[in-house]
């Protein structure tokens, strides 16, 4: 009755959380278009499937990947094995890039747009050793207490000097492949990690301290891009170009039930081997609640797996065929509203920020409210898109809107108290997940398409970094303002 009531209460939350995608959906279907979406039925079905996938694959995070990962961080820490905690960091951080769909779907897109000069594999390796190399470093900022903001600042110094050097064909690829870099499982393991190491050590913040994992995971895949990208431009050769596969590969029924589940196993099955070779084979030491953590992980997968074939069914067609009614119109405003409503509402549904918000309330009862936070974030995720937009209406390079958008985000990390850093710049690498990162990337190539004068490879791409830069901005901001207001008396410091 127990497990009943809290999924209950999650899919009920989860319903709250889609509200305003029906908002926006209804709002430009019968006052801008006035029409009725073809099968409306389709989509409320979708709507519906994606809220009992996102209740449980929350409810599953808290049986079996928070619990395991923060038990993980907490035992190397006990057992001062420094030299398995670093190898567990790079391989996590490997094993969740180079298997993540979104990394092999951009990469794939790179090789097609540079005509073979940048090689798919090469690229899904690149990003993957970045994240790799990036997961270490972020555990040794933990163990030795280095401040966030430090590596941020000298990290961002490093991409916005290359994005001067590096060709403008691989800029907004670099700059999003940062923001595909980790996946709705991903996220909620790396940040689990990174609050068990900060609970696990004494004189450790868990807010200030515990996140900041998926930040750095952000940010150093747009270095190894733009120099692997320049090194491809300055000596590398045009060579093979993939041809997409042709056929019907769809399956329908029980058979495409079976492949899709298939699918998100072989996706996670490289974190997951992960996971249980250093509990098992480094640590040797048995999983506490081994079936409650198995029930807990199918009930992840099964969730994730609803909330995709949710989208598919009603959702992404919709989003798709609006955003393609709006450029058809030709009207400047109306795109600019449609984008900006359409990332803040699909960014309140989004299932890893959710979780996130929720851990950071955890971290810092009385200082953090999840339900703030994930608002907060959904209004940056549509200003950065609605930026991205305007961007591509009235063209301009692109890296001189991004690297005003950073300048900004870097100034501002000097102001705004330093226990949020961390936070703010994970919650900017939640947002560009399964929901966003679909819908985003057909309105930026549509526009692109339509526009006259802009270059679908060049103009087409970035729309997914501002999605992920605006939220920090936002939640920086949200900080000061909060910090300077007085704080009830009942509410720990």
Not at 151 to 159: D, E, K, P, Q
Not at 247 to 274: N, Q, T
Not at 324 to 345: M, S, T, W
């Amino acid at each position: 009755m127990e497990h009943l009531s809290r999924f209950s209460g999650e899919f009920l939350k989860a319903l709250k959380n889609l509200a305003p995608i029906v908002a926006v959906v209804a709002v430009f279907q019968l006052l801008v278009f006035r029409s009725v979406p073809d099968a409306p039925w389709e989509l409320v079905a979708g709507l519906l499937i994606v809220a009992v996938g996102i209740a449980l694959f929350l409810y599953g995070l808290d049986l079996s990947i928070f619990p395991v990962g923060k038990n993980l961080a907490n035992q190397f820490v006990r057992r001062g094995a420094l030299g398995l905690l670093l190898p567990f960091g790079f391989t996590i951080g490997f094993a969740a890039s180079i298997a993540e769909p979104a990394v092999i779907a951009v990469a794939e897109q790179a090789q097609l747009v540079s005509e073979g000069r940048i090689d798919a594999l090469v690229l899904r390796v690149v990003i993957a050793v970045s994240v790799g190399l990036v997961l270490v470093l972020g555990v040794l900022r933990v163990l030795r207490g280095w401040a966030v903001h430090k590596l941020l600042i000298g990290g961002y110094a490093v991409a916005l000097g290359l994005t001067y050097i590096a060709p403008a064909e691989v800029i907004g690829l670099a700059y999003d492949s940062g923001g595909v870099t980790t996946n709705i499982v991903s996220v909620p393991l790396i940040a689990a990690i990174g609050l068990g190491l900060a609970n696990s050590i004494r004189g450790r913040s868990q807010l200030a301290d515990g996140f900041g994992l998926v930040a750095l995971c952000v940010m150093v895949p747009v270095i190894g891009v733009q120099l692997y990208g320049t090194w491809v431009y300055s000596f590398g050769q045009a060579g093979e170009v993939p041809q997409p596969a042709s056929g019907d590969v769809g399956a329908d029924g029980v058979m495409g039930i079976i492949l899709g589940l298939a699918e998100m196993v072989r996706d996670v099955l490289p974190i997951v081997g992960v996971v249980l070779f250093f509990q098992y084979v480094a640590l040797r030491r048995r999983l506490a609640h081994p079936w409650r953590v198995v029930v807990g992980f199918v009930m992840v997968l099964v969730g994730l797996y609803a909330f995709v074939v949710g989208l598919r069914l009603g959702l992404f067609p919709l989003g798709t065929l609006m955003a393609e009614q709006l450029i058809e119109q030709g009207d400047p405003a109306l795109i600019l509203l449609f984008a900006v409503l359409i990332g803040f509402a699909v960014t309140m549904a989004e299932p890893a920020l959710v979780a996130i918000g929720e851990q950071a309330q955890d971290a810092s009862p009385g200082r953090i409210r999840a339900g703030a936070v994930r608002t907060i974030v959904a209004l940056g995720v549509g200003l950065g898109i609605g930026f991205g937009v305007y961007r591509i209406l009235v063209g301009g390079p692109f890296h001189y809107f991004i690297m005003a958008a950073y300048a900004v985000a870097i100034v501002m990390m000097f102001l705004a108290p330093k226990y949020i850093t961390a936070l703010a710049f994970d919650l900017g690498g939640v947002t560009t997940s399964e929901v966003t990162v679909p819908l985003v990337t057909a309105l930026g190539i549509g526009l692109a398409t339509a526009v006259e004068g802009r270059d679908v490879l060049i103009d087409g791409f970035g729309l997914i970094a501002f999605a992920s830069i605006f939220p920090v901005i936002a939640i920086l901001v949200y900080a000061m303002v909060m910090d300077r207001l007085p704080r009830p008396r009942s509410a720990p410091a």
